[in-house]
Antibody, heavy 121, light 110 residues
């Protein structure tokens, strides 16, 4: 069974940075994109961006450009997302989600369990 | 990119059918057959229930079905069960290669 296992909850102060990890297993890591989606408390889902583990290409939502960086480590099949200059409205659960490409159509077939990031002074 | 428009809430009794709409534009929902739907129970990660407008992943009940007309996609749940009570989100691929979600719909089974 495909697994995306994320790192644990974080508490950060405004202005700090946070780096969340997403370890993939039980599938070929480089054959699927990894997207990041966040959900503020009581709110809906918000797409943040995507990384292609095969080649390290990234594409971010305009809202997050300059403040979010996605990277990957193929040796550990782990994707990372760093958010800088944190604000209180960045408080949310952050999810990684897998999406096929090539002969596959765009949809998120597996999700990580989520990582709660709390930004508070 | 604006969020897709979904009703905030819908409700139905066990055994009934309900439909949730998801309205976008010709740049997303109307332009591609890449609409997907996700079910989210409280405190849980979203789960894929439909993709490419009408396709169900393996293991998802055939009580879930989808359709699309113009810029509006729809999710229908037939034979409502208590376990269907959850939040539902639509998502679409967009012309600019981004992804966009709907605001979410809370389904209450009466």
């Amino acid at each position: 069974q495909v697994q995306l296992v994320q790192s644990g909850a974080e508490v950060k102060k405004p202005g700090a940075s946070v780096k969340v990890s997403c370890k993939a297993s039980v599938y070929t890591f480089t054959n699927y994109y990894i997207h990041w989606v966040r959900q503020a408390p009581g709110q809906g889902l918000e797409w943040m961006g995507v990384i292609n583990p095969s080649g390290d290409g990234t594409f971010y939502a305009q809202k997050f450009q300059g403040r979010v960086t996605m990277t990957r480590d193929t040796s550990t099949t782990t994707v990372y997302m760093e958010v800088t200059s944190l604000r209180s409205d960045d408080t949310a659960v952050y999810y990684c989600a897998r999406e096929g490409y090539g002969d596959k159509t765009p949809h998120f077939d597996y999700w990580g369990q989520g990582t709660l990031v709390t930004v508070a002074s | 990119q604006s969020a897709l428009t979904q009703p905030a809430s819908v409700s139905g009794s066990p055994g009934q059918s309900i439909t949730i709409s998801c309205t976008g534009t010709s740049s997303d929902v109307g332009g591609y057959n890449f609409v997907s739907w996700y079910q989210q129970h409280p405190g849980k990660a979203p789960k894929l229930i439909l993709y490419d407008v009408t396709n169900r992943p393996s293991g998802v009940s055939n009580r879930f079905s989808g359709s699309k007309s113009g810029n509006t996609a729809s999710l229908t749940i037939s034979g409502l069960q208590a376990e269907d009570e959850a939040d539902y989100y639509c998502s679409s691929y967009t012309r600019s290669s981004t992804r966009v979600f709907g605001g979410g719909t809370k389904l209450t089974v009466l």
